[in-house]
């Protein structure tokens, strides 16, 4: 493997990595916040055992979560250090601004952690939310570094210089708005249906229904609100893209030829050398539509791009159908849940509506991933779009190859491992948490 | 501007030794205590760190965050040469903060334990080498922009006899921090004991290495005598630290426990402090000459400006919840001595 294609892998395996945790370590605290608010309010101990037990669960990701993010912060500067040299002091206020929100976070996570009955219990409960609230925080804030690489604002380009730096202009990027809104919603609908899934499997099985219902309840509630709105996002986020990255919107769209009533191509595979898309459903005028609001108006396509700046078209193709067919297949899941609880409470009883969650357990992640791929993937060759070239900003050093292996090998123990230890957290509800109700408000602990 | 961001920077450094190195410390001493201390010495040090192990650990961040905003070709020219030893380093970051959180949330209890405790007591001993390890070869002069070999260029820079004494007097001095501190996280008094005595011991220890790192200098023709000892700053924070260290074991054996924790801290500061000012404002000093200034490197000014009020606001925010957390759980653990228990 040549180095510079292992540096790329080595940045896309860390960065998929830490995404699946930042999501849950930035979603996990509002899900507790609430079990934690109903058991204060209700008395019922099955909230507070959802939160606890969710507590446990969220350790073990935060601890990942952290670590894998400072390999994260190290690894921008082993493999991408003539970026970081320019970059670093235009991209660099989120990040500053980033460092004091985990700070309050991993405080406030040490309070709500070790803090269980030591303190009043609306501090307590306060201390959760501020772990939330501080997480999406810096999950908000590091996206504008992202959004910057794509849209790239606050200073000026001459000879090769970077001058006229202005870090706040460089932060609010016209990406940003896009980006944040559709990532802070792919974390919830992500975490959510995962979460939810894995309730709605003991829920079937018949497993300490009382505890695993609420805890559903809970998950499912905020996954199908994010699900709904999640293709509005996309909307919002797709536009942006035709506006400032037209190679980006026409890869994702296997759109090679510039026509007018451009039409939005389902499915499909690419062919890159002949320029054309075999077996897809083509729909005229609807790219069209989904870009400029009108039929007829014609969106750039691959042609008008020289060669040199295109992005691999297939990929991105396959990654954005992935994403977007996904994402309609939770939206219609959120739907049916929502009337569920509104209308047919029935079908809250009925296995299959429980089946279908269990079916999205793993939908949420690999939409997520599948969207950063889109987004990273579709930017290619440029690290910065039109300013630096990804292969100008590799390290030099050569053996890139193996340090690649072996973070594939960490990150692969890992996963096993918190695999591992969640399956065994599950299994052990039973006999931490499987009391009659009563019981349990006088007794826990 | 650039002074607030380097007072941060430096303090962040120093927090990260003295916090983190504490941390580290409790690691290394239970890797190194016989079999019949070592569950205690766990005990004491889970019960110590647990809470703020995630705060302890922001503090690489934070300076990780300042070099890449604020001195973004110190940055890039340390992690390009010293990729290596960063590696290292990040895996045992990796392994240990993983390894810890485990062993304390496995919901069973079995020979898991064991591998978890294996993990988290070896990369506690290897993060701090490579920590000092990194350090030293910022001053040792080895970094050689010029160098055409893998060797000489990757592997030569970090490699040396001095980097690695300075490693193994950070691993010492870890020892001894997290020992002096552990000596007033416990009230059984065979505990306590035993914590004194590994004090005195990691004591010796970083007495041993701290001759190794003068004798290694000696060998490499670095000058260290002349930096530490040849301006007012270097000697007088020698003296500080030889004094303090008298005055910190006449208060341990009074039992005195808050007081002793300070002036171990104080000491690594000014250990820090000796080092640092005689190099200032450079912060990578290169073979072929050329020294990486905090000056003459630094981000333009409306990057530096705005980094300064980013790090002023967020300091607002985040010393006081730092302080509550620290008092919530020390005062915590009074309250149960208190209690008898
Ligand atoms: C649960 C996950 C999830 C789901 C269901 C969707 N997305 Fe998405 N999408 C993401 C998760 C995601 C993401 C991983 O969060 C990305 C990567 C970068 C970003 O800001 O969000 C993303 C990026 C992304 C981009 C590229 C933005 C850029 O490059 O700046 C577009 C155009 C869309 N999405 C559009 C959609 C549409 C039309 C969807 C319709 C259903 C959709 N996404 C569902
Ligand atoms: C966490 C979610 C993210 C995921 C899953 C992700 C995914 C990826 C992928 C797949 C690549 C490889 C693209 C290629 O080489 O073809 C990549 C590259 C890269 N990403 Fe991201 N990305 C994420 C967020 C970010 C953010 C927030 C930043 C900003 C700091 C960032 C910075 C980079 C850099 C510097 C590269 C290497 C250069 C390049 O290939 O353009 N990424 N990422
Ligand atoms: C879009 C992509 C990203 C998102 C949404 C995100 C979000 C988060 C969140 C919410 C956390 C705290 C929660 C937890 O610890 O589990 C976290 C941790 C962290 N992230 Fe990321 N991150 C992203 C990419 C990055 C990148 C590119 C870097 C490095 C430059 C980075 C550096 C870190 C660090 C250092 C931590 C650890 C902080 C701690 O010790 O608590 N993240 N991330």
């Keep these: 493997m040549d180095d510079f294609l292992a540096a790329r892998s080595q940045m896309a395996l860390s960065l998929g990595f830490h995404i699946i945790y930042a999501c849950i370590g930035m979603v996990m605290p509002f899900f507790m916040a609430v079990a934690h608010y109903r058991w204060l309010k209700t008395g019922d101990a099955a909230y507070k055992n959802v939160a606890k037990a969710w507590s446990k669960g969220v350790a073990i990701f935060f601890a990942t979560g952290a670590v894998s993010g400072t390999i994260l912060s190290f690894e921008l500067g082993l493999l991408w250090p003539k970026f970081m040299e320019h970059a670093g002091p235009i991209f660099g206020m989120p990040f500053s601004l980033e460092g004091t929100a985990f700070f309050i976070e991993a405080i406030a996570l040490g309070f709500f952690l070790y803090g269980w009955d030591k303190f009043n219990p609306y501090f307590h409960w306060f201390t959760g939310v501020v772990v939330g609230i501080s997480g999406l925080a810096s999950g908000i804030l590091v996206v504008a570094a992202n959004s910057w690489m794509n849209s790239p604002a606050g200073f000026d380009y001459v000879n090769g210089q970077y001058t006229n730096i202005h870090p706040m202009k460089a932060m609010f990027n016209n990406a940003w708005f896009p980006e944040a809104l559709h990532m802070t919603l792919a974390a919830f609908a992500s975490t959510g249906f995962a979460v939810a899934g894995v309730h709605a499997l003991m829920i079937v099985r018949k497993r300490n229904i009382h505890f695993h219902t609420q805890a559903f309840k809970i998950a499912a509630g905020f996954a199908a609100v994010a699900a709904l709105l999640q293709p509005l996002a996309g909307d919002i986020a797709a536009k942006s893209v035709a506006k400032r990255q037209p190679a980006k919107l026409a890869a994702m769209e296997a759109y090679f030829h510039t026509q007018p009533y451009s039409p939005l191509v389902i499915g499909g595979i690419p062919d890159e050398k002949l320029k054309k898309v075999n077996y897809g459903l083509e729909i005229p005028g609807l790219l069209s539509f989904l870009v400029y609001d009108n039929f007829h108006e014609q969106v750039m396509g691959l042609d008008q791009i020289p060669e040199k700046d295109q992005p691999p078209v297939a990929v991105t193709h396959y990654a954005f159908q992935i994403m977007v067919g996904l994402g309609m297949f939770m939206m219609l899941i959120g739907v049916l849940y929502l009337v569920a609880v509104w209308f047919k409470k029935h079908w809250l009883e009925s296995n299959w509506l429980m089946k279908l969650f269990i079916a999205a357990i793993p939908a949420g992640f690999i939409a997520l991933e599948a969207g950063w791929v889109v987004t990273e993937v579709g930017r290619q060759p440029w690290i910065i779009q039109g300013v630096m070239r990804t292969k100008d900003a590799v390290t030099p050093m050569p053996g890139i190859a193996y340090s690649f292996y072996l973070f594939t090998a960490i990150y692969i123990s890992l996963s096993v491992v918190v695999i591992f230890l969640l399956y065994r957290q599950i299994r052990m509800v039973p006999q931490l948490y499987d009391k009659k109700p009563e019981q349990l408000t006088l007794s826990h602990n | ?341």
């Design chain 2, 1 to 341: 501007m650039e002074y607030v961001i380097i007072a941060f920077l430096w303090l962040a450094i120093l927090l990260y030794l003295v916090l983190g190195g504490a941390d580290f410390g409790a690691g290394i001493i239970e890797l190194f205590s016989t079999s019949t201390t070592r569950s205690r010495t766990r005990k004491a040090a889970y019960q110590a760190i647990g809470p703020i192990w995630e705060a302890n650990h922001m503090w690489l961040i934070i300076a990780v965050v300042i070099l890449f905003v604020g001195f973004p070709v110190i940055y890039s020219t340390m992690s390009t040469y010293l990729h290596i030893p960063l590696v290292v380093m990040l895996l045992g970051i990796t392994a240990r903060g993983t390894a810890f959180v485990f062993r304390n949330y496995d919901a069973v209890v079995d020979d898991m334990q064991r591998v978890y405790n294996r993990i988290f007591l070896y990369s506690s001993f290897i993060t701090p080498l490579f920590l000092g390890i990194i350090a030293g070869s910022a001053v040792s002069g080895r970094i050689n922009p010029d160098a055409h070999t893998f060797l000489s260029a990757y592997v030569f820079d970090w490699l040396n006899w001095f980097s690695v004494a300075i490693g193994l007097f950070t691993v010492a001095l870890c020892g001894f921090l997290a020992s002096v501190y552990l000596i007033g996280e416990t009230n059984i008094d065979e505990d306590q004991r035993s914590f004194i005595r590994k004090a005195k011991i990691w004591n010796a220890i970083a007495v041993v290495c701290g001759a190794l790192v003068f004798t290694a200098a000696h060998a490499e023709g670095i000058p260290l005598f002349k930096w530490i000892l040849g301006n007012t700053v270097g000697l007088t924070s020698v003296i500080a630290a030889s004094l303090s260290l008298v005055l910190m074991w006449f208060l341990i054996s009074k039992r005195k426990t808050i007081v002793p924790r300070m002036l171990a801290g104080f000491q690594a500061s000014m250990i820090l402090l000796a080092i640092s000012w005689v190099h200032f404002p450079d912060f990578l000093i290169m073979q072929n000459g050329e020294h990486l200034s905090l000056f003459k490197h630094q981000a333009p000014n409306a990057t530096m400006n705005a980094l300064a009020w980013a790090l002023l606001i967020g300091s607002l925010f985040i010393i006081p919840a730092l302080f509550y957390l620290y008092y919530s759980f020390q005062k915590d653990r009074f309250v149960e001595k208190g209690e008898g228990r």
